[in-house]
């Protein structure tokens, strides 16, 4: 199991940045896959982006290609998720989640989750 902690949420304008992060703790962090997800209010959550152990090879959801960027710093057991040109429809909470299989898109393939950090548009 791993235990997974968000930070970085907060308000910010539409067309302003934000850089979410996921600090793990528990098992070995570099075996894991890890992906983001999110959660609008009266919405399902839903797959936004996702990234290999290595950090080698990523896969993004269609509304954030261009905008936003996950990464990893397997020394810190972090994930990232870099957030540029903001919308006011990425209005959620936003979780990270962890699989010791591939990276997938999937929220079913993910077996460890945070409790989520909200980001808000203050437009």
């Known amino acids: 199991q791993v235990q997974l902690v968000e930070s970085g949420g907060g308000l910010v304008q539409a067309g302003g940045s934000l850089r979410l992060s996921c600090a793990a703790s528990?098992?070995?962090?570099?075996?894991?896959?890890m992906g983001w997800f999110r959660q609008a209010p009266g919405k399902e959550r839903e797959f936004v982006s996702a990234?290999?152990?290595?950090?080698?090879?990523?896969l993004n959801a269609d509304s954030v290609k261009g905008r936003f960027t996950i990464s990893r710093d397997n020394s810190k057991n972090t994930v990232y998720l870099q957030m540029n040109s903001l919308k006011h429809e990425d209005t959620a909470v936003y979780y990270c989640?962890?699989?010791?299989?591939?990276?997938?898109?999937?929220?079913?393939?993910?077996?460890?989750w945070g409790q989520g950090t909200q980001v808000t548009d203050s437009s």
């Open positions: 989640a962890a699989t010791p299989g591939a990276y997938r898109q999937g929220m079913g393939s993910y077996d460890d």
């Open positions: 528990g098992r070995t962090f570099s075996r894991y896959a």
């Open positions: 990234i290999t152990w290595s950090g080698g090879n990523t």
